[in-house]
């Protein structure tokens, strides 16, 4: 973790991703979409997981590179979309500090756009987000992590003694 911008750690489960899309779907069922735009890459689990809940079958993508493992770097656009917006669903995984929501809110202003967890300086760029988020918060998805053996606290101490 970058010890200068990120001092808290959030990790989140797949059950805890799955309910928590869930609760916003429930947010979300009353409205008619056209379609799904997902922000690549965050948003592409959450989309496809929206998409199932609320029956939607078009998705597309908007391609930004903002980070770089956990340093945010300039936006860049890998690729945009060719509609303002209008009727569909706008789907990241989180608002940080706004830089990427600002480039997509640029490129579909008329979206409904909707993030899973939201930082209070990104916060006032998404229409409709789950979770907060404390700002020097990194939080760990999923799909970025893997399973990996631990060793019984016996043998980790039994180790540390040799």
Not at 1 to 19: A, C, G, K, P, V
Not at 60 to 89: A, F, P, R
Not at 136 to 141: C, E, S
Request: proline share 4%; hydrophobic share 40%.
């Amino acid at each position: 973790m970058s010890t200068e911008r990120y001092h808290n750690q959030f990790t989140i489960s797949w059950d805890r991703l799955h309910r928590d899309v869930r609760m916003l779907c429930h947010q979300l069922v009353d409205r008619d979409f056209k379609g799904i735009v997902a922000v690549t890459r965050g948003g592409l689990i959450p989309a496809a997981l929206i998409a199932r809940e609320l029956n939607i079958r078009l998705i597309d993508t908007v391609c930004i590179k903002s980070y770089e493992h956990m340093e945010q770097s300039g936006i860049n656009v890998l690729k945009g979309i060719d509609h303002d917006g209008d009727s569909w669903l706008l789907v990241d995984d989180l608002v940080d500090t706004g830089k990427t929501a600002g480039a997509v809110r640029e490129m579909l202003p008329r979206a409904h756009f909707v993030t899973i967890y939201a930082k209070p300086e990104g916060r006032p760029m998404v229409d409709q987000y789950l979770t907060e988020v404390a700002q020097d918060t990194w939080i760990q998805f999923p799909w970025d992590m893997g399973i990996s053996f631990v060793e019984p606290l016996v043998d980790q101490l039994r180790t540390r003694k040799e």
